[in-house]
């Protein structure tokens, strides 16, 4: 206390005078604890008395795996990175010896154990040491030499392609793949599908990523969708494979083949015009362009090289370079607040995608799936098949564990063969045969023409059910948070929202003999005997609700057909754009004109029958006639004996054929102006029945109808839907059909 006391003692300095400071020297008064290890004893103590129990106990639990697994989870407690840190370790350690005790007991539960207790010792070591998995890593990478392990992942690019050659044309395309170990997700980047449905029509699907969390979810991205048809197809020369190869022979990857070429041809084709557009605003490689695939030895370095190539692939997706183009073209135009919104965004991107070519992307291989399917092994495929069983205890696992959310999904037509379609389908030649029918095609063909239309759809939760017992059928729901679909002008960036729904939902159910290999499950073929049992028991019915449904039933199963249960409801309110009410107007008025035309069309055809049906029955009278005054032409020159009484007789016979000669002619002239009377009212009515729609149906009192209806739905709570059955034949699923017997159906 003495040198407190002393400092307090001296004088203070006069003003402006500071004290030099004295440096001290702080001694502590006694050393600080030291840093105890997380790790305790208890970890060795449990090791030890491992050890000890291997030695005294009998070799038939060494060998079981048990005492190695304990061991391995104690040095990984020690050093601080034990699997499942959260169990207490006495608690493992006690589950493990009760279990091997009682495994001990019976061979089949020993077997099963020591299979379990080594695979779990490969992943604890794993895991917890760092060695083992550089073993590991070293070891793939010299067997696996077109994989590349970084960490804990499994990467792989420049995939072959998968051609769909079974039934349709297509070209399946996923540009890289990752795995990860530890979390047991896998993630595909840079996904392209192109399908040719028909000789007219395309569908092209893409998305930038989808994760696949294995026994939790899969997730997928913004998905573009794509109706093509006619001149925008990429397939359209490309015709369905006859598959008459030698399968034996036949290699797993192929090259050259003629849907790969026609996709790298359309794809420079594509890449050359965005090049020229965009010059070197943004990246833009070509179908070849191949990125180097060999990574760093160093594992931190490879990691930033896997990154950077996910990273390359994303950037040069058609969707990421269609919407630079568009920000770039809005912001030229100054036009920025049409692209505000995503679903503004989307329905652009997808509008822009869709002039560019199917796959964008094609890789220089591919693998077929018909050698895929093509199995070398009869009597073990023909041993599958008979294990339905087998097929569904499969799939009801991953239908429940992996639900499928998408975050958008938006598809894209264009309005060119919305036109080509309606001549087709709709029109006709009704336009040329009528005014008022050329007028309205115009009109609408001038709103379709112009633009493409897009739907979008958000938040999709997809499930599905398989079920394991045949007596419940496959259920698959579809929930839609929000629908709307836009109007698109590319050349203008201009965007018009003509619909907009609150959310949807959609239920499909379908019979669960539909499953492959269930052939012993489909509906045996009507006899005679089962159509008169079926019609004795409508008649019974007569008058019930059941009657009608038994009839259907009937028709169906005579046609050989079954069906799937469809219902789609959405959900209201619902917004609608002015345009598309003047535009279903304009199609409600052109529908009721085209009945008039298809009416009258019908009725000229009946008289067409109705005429040649007169003068073939004319036809067959003259020829009777003429062979009845050939027979009274012969049997009055046999009577030229009888002069004076044919002489009297002729008279009379002759006056009479003038008199029925006059009064059919009579008749045919009667006949004749009643149908040209009867023919000019009916053109008569026809003319006045097409006025009337004119004049009653026009369109502006269509549109107030429709708009007074509309708005009564922006407001209107609930859900409006449709719900039905979907005929679906079975003489395709009985070709395929196997006769062997099942096991365990």
């Not at 300095?13 to 305790?40: E, F, H, M, W, Y």
């Not at 001990?104 to 083992?132: D, E, K, N, P």
């Not at 062979?627 to 002069?643: I, P």
Request: proline share 5%; aromatic share 8%; charged share 25%.
């Amino acid at each position: 206390m003495e040198p407190t006391l002393q400092e307090d003692k001296q004088p203070a300095l006069p003003t402006g005078i500071t004290r030099k400071p004295v440096p001290t020297n702080t001694i502590p008064d006694a050393a600080p604890p030291k840093l105890q290890s997380k790790s305790s004893f208890a970890p060795l103590a449990y090791l030890a008395f491992t050890v000890l129990a291997a030695t005294v106990l009998s070799w038939r639990w060494i060998l079981s795996g048990t005492p190695f697994l304990a061991c391995s989870l104690a040095i990984g407690e020690w050093n601080g990175k034990r699997v499942f840190p959260w169990v207490p370790m006495w608690a493992i350690f006690t589950v493990l010896c009760v279990t091997s005790m009682v495994a001990s007991t019976s061979w089949v539960l020993y077997w099963g154990c020591a299979a379990a207790c080594y695979t779990a010792l490969s992943l604890s070591c794993l895991f917890q040491f760092r060695f083992a998995a550089k073993i590991l890593r070293r070891y793939l990478k010299n067997v696996l030499q077109e994989c590349h392990i970084v960490q804990d992942s499994i990467s792989l690019f420049d995939l072959p392609a998968l051609e769909i050659d079974k039934d349709t044309v297509g070209l399946f395309v996923v540009r890289g793949l990752t795995f990860s170990l530890s979390t047991l997700t896998a993630t595909a980047y840079g996904i392209e599908v192109g399908v040719k449905l028909d000789d007219d029509m395309e569908l092209s699907i893409q998305t930038d990523k989808v994760t696949v969390a294995l026994f939790r979810r899969i997730q997928i991205g913004d998905v573009y969708a794509n109706v093509k048809g006619r001149d925008e197809m990429t397939f359209k020369e490309v015709h369905q494979f006859p598959n008459e190869r030698d399968m034996s022979m036949d290699t797993l990857i192929a090259r050259d083949t003629p849907l790969l070429k026609a996709a790298y041809a359309s794809a420079k084709k594509g890449f050359s015009e965005i090049q020229e557009e965009l010059g070197d605003a943004v990246e833009v490689p070509g179908p070849d362009d191949k990125l180097v695939r060999k990574l760093s030895p160093d594992e931190e370095m490879a990691r930033i090289e896997v990154d950077k190539f996910t990273r390359h692939i994303l950037n040069t997706s058609t969707s990421h370079i269609a919407q630079e183009m568009l920000k770039r073209t809005a912001k030229e135009r100054d036009v920025d607040g049409v692209l505000d919104s995503n679903n503004k965004l989307r329905a652009a991107v997808c509008a822009q995608v869709h002039e560019q070519p199917t796959v964008m992307h094609p890789p220089t291989k591919s693998i077929r799936l018909t050698t895929l399917s093509h199995n070398k092994h009869p009597n073990f495929k023909k041993f599958l098949h008979r294990l339905p069983l087998l097929y569904r205890l499969l799939l009801n696992p991953i239908s429940y564990f992996h639900p499928i959310y998408i975050r958008s999904v938006t598809s894209a037509g264009s309005g060119k063969w919305f036109v080509s379609l309606m001549k087709d389908h709709f029109f006709k030649h009704y336009s040329q045969s009528d005014a008022e029918v050329r007028r309205l095609e115009s009109r609408i063909s001038a709103w379709l023409a112009d633009a493409n239309f897009a739907v979008g759809l958000t938040d999709l939760f997809c499930t599905a059910q398989v079920p394991v017992d045949t007596d419940y059928d496959i259920e698959c729901k579809f929930k839609i948070g929000d629908l709307m679909a836009h109007r698109t002008l590319p050349e203008a960036v201009n965007l018009t929202q003509v619909v907009h729904l609150g959310g949807a939902d959609a239920t499909f159910v379908l019979p669960s003999y539909l499953l492959p290999h269930h052939e012993h499950l489909f509906p045996p073929i009507l006899t005679d005997f089962d159509v008169m049992r079926m019609e004795q028991e409508i008649e019974e019915m007569a008058g019930t609700p059941q009657a009608v449904r038994m009839k259907k039933d009937l028709e169906r199963r005579r046609k050989d057909e079954t069906c799937m249960k469809i219902a789609v409801h959405g959900h209201l309110p619902a917004l609608f754009d002015q345009q598309l009410l003047n535009f279903v107007a304009a199609t409600v008025k052109a529908t009721k004109v085209i009945e008039v035309e298809k009416g009258h069309e019908e009725l000229v055809l009946k008289r067409a029958e109705t005429d040649k049906l007169e003068m073939e029955v004319r036809r067959v009278d003259s020829i009777a006639s003429e062979s009845v005054k050939s027979d009274q032409a012969s049997m009055s020159s046999n009577e030229s004996d009888t002069a004076t009484t044919g002489s009297q007789a002729s008279v009379p016979a002759s006056t009479q054929s003038t008199a029925s000669n006059r009064n059919t002619a009579w008749k045919a002239g009667m006949a004749k102006t009643f149908k040209g009377m009867n023919t000019k009212i009916q053109d008569g009515w026809r003319k006045a029945g097409i006025q009337t729609v004119n004049v009653v149906a026009n369109d502006r009192w269509i549109a107030s109808i429709v708009g007074k209806i509309m708005r009564k739905m922006e407001k209107a709570q609930g859900d409006v839907g449709y719900s039905g059955l979907i005929a679906m034949p079975m003489a395709e699923y009985r070709e395929k059909a196997e006769s062997e017997s099942k096991l365990l159906p």
